[in-house]
């Protein structure tokens, strides 16, 4: 069975940290492009971060030197560090899986097997 998970999201004052988590089953993490997207309410969802197979890493400028997208291959599991978080950043978290030749951040079209999200908020 084809699965995501997310995990690690939560709640945290400006300027703090967090890691989340996204365990796959089903597939390799390591055979596709796999992203990070976020969607705040009232917003589209907007890439945050990508890894490639051959381990090329693209980022928001939005979140450029504040986070950092890795995985852990035996773990089969995509990670993504957050620090210096801003208010601006509070929105759902979903990893996914590029399709053949798709890794890009500007569209979430091509990617599939999303997960059910993980909530990051940060206060002010």
């Known amino acids: 069975q084809v699965q995501s998970v997310e995990s690690g999201g939560g709640s945290v004052q400006a300027g703090g940290s967090l890691r989340l988590s996204c365990a796959a089953s089903?597939?390799?993490?390591?055979?596709?492009?796999m992203a990070w997207f976020r969607q705040a309410p009232g917003k589209e969802r907007e890439g945050v971060a990508a890894?490639?197979?051959?381990?090329?890493?693209m980022s928001a400028d939005s979140v450029k030197g504040r986070f950092t997208i890795s995985r852990d291959n035996a773990k089969n599991t995509l990670y993504l560090q957050m620090n210096s978080l801003k208010p601006e950043d509070t929105a759902m978290y979903y990893c996914?899986?590029?399709?053949?030749?798709?890794?890009?951040?500007?569209?979430?079209?091509?990617?599939?097997?999303w997960g059910q999200g993980t909530q990051v908020t940060v206060s002010s």
């Open positions: 996914a899986r590029g399709e053949l030749y798709v890794c890009y951040l500007h569209s979430a079209l091509g990617y599939n097997d």
């Open positions: 089903g597939y390799s993490v390591s055979n596709y492009c």
């Open positions: 890894i490639q197979s051959d381990g090329r890493i």
